[in-house]
């Protein structure tokens, strides 16, 4: 059984490399872009992690904004404890989990939480970047997420906290069921679908 010093070590190590690999910092998620429309859906990231005992558990890399700086309750102890039992950590979501949306629309993600989420386009809902987190949500010991929409640029699609992210879904070019699945690559219980409306005629707008 894992110690919980090596638990501990092995979730920074996690953290720090998913900062180093995709050149993670506060300025640089801009994926900007409205839509022709003109109108924009709205997706809020949330969590409720408690930064001293995130903060202590998974310090951040250098030259890296501290791994929370929310104010939430939950600590790190009880948000390994919930995620180990329930598979998912109740207060870590996407808000709305679900919607419906006209094709092409621009969707505004916005993280209200307090730790860096992504907002990613994915094919199916899968594994995300960390394998730790993988392991106790039951997808193995992997640290290979799994596949992004066609179109997706994954290195933009982290948002840190108070952060925000803006993609048309005209461009995810490898879509073809109307279904929009898009996913925390770091928290992967953390999702929504965006389903395209259908016409009259039940084709896509």
Same mark, same amino acid.
């Given at each position: 059984?894992?110690?919980?010093?090596?638990?501990?070590?092995? &979730?920074?190590? !996690?953290? =720090? /490399?998913?900062?180093?690999?995709? *050149?993670?910092? +506060?300025?640089? $998620?801009?994926?900007?872009?409205?839509?022709?429309?003109?109108?924009?859906?709205?997706?809020?990231?949330?969590?409720?992690?408690?930064?001293?005992?995130?903060?202590?558990?998974?310090?951040?890399?250098?030259?890296?904004?501290?791994?929370?700086?929310?104010?939430?309750?939950?600590?790190?102890?009880?948000?390994?404890?919930?995620?180990?039992?329930?598979?998912?950590?109740?207060?870590?979501?996407?808000?709305?989990?679900?919607?419906? &949306?006209?094709? !092409?629309? =621009? /969707?505004?993600?916005?993280?209200? *939480?307090?730790? +860096?989420?992504? $907002?990613?386009?994915?094919?199916?809902?899968?594994?995300?970047?960390?394998?730790?987190?993988?392991?106790?949500?039951?997808?193995?010991?992997?640290?290979?997420?799994?596949?992004?929409?066609?179109?997706?640029?994954?290195?933009?699609?982290?948002?840190?906290?108070?952060?925000?992210?803006?993609?048309?879904?005209?461009?995810?070019?490898?879509?073809?069921?109307?279904?929009?699945?898009?996913?925390?690559?770091?928290?992967?219980?953390?999702?929504?679908?965006?389903?395209?409306?259908?016409?009259?005629?039940?084709?896509?707008?």
């Amino acid at each position: 059984m894992i110690s919980s010093r090596r638990l501990l070590t092995y &979730v920074a190590t !996690g953290f =720090t /490399v998913i900062g180093l690999s995709v *050149g993670v910092s +506060t300025t640089a $998620f801009a994926d900007q872009g409205r839509g022709d429309q003109g109108r924009v859906q709205k997706v809020r990231m949330l969590d409720d992690c408690d930064p001293k005992t995130f903060n202590a558990a998974i310090p951040a890399a250098a030259g890296q904004p501290p791994t929370c700086v929310g104010k939430g309750d939950t600590t790190f102890d009880n948000f390994v404890k919930e995620l180990t039992k329930k598979k998912r950590v109740e207060d870590w979501e996407f808000k709305p989990d679900e919607h419906k &949306v006209k094709a !092409g629309e =621009t /969707v505004l993600a916005q993280n209200r *939480g307090g730790e +860096t989420h992504t $907002f990613t386009c994915v094919k199916q809902f899968g594994p995300g970047v960390v394998a730790f987190i993988n392991n106790l949500i039951g997808f193995g010991n992997t640290d290979i997420p799994t596949a992004a929409c066609a179109g997706e640029n994954v290195n933009a699609s982290f948002v840190p906290a108070g952060g925000q992210r803006t993609v048309n879904l005209s461009q995810f070019t490898g879509v073809t069921d109307g279904v929009y699945r898009f996913e925390c690559l770091i928290h992967p219980w953390m999702q929504t679908t965006l389903t395209v409306e259908k016409d009259n005629r039940g084709k896509n707008h």
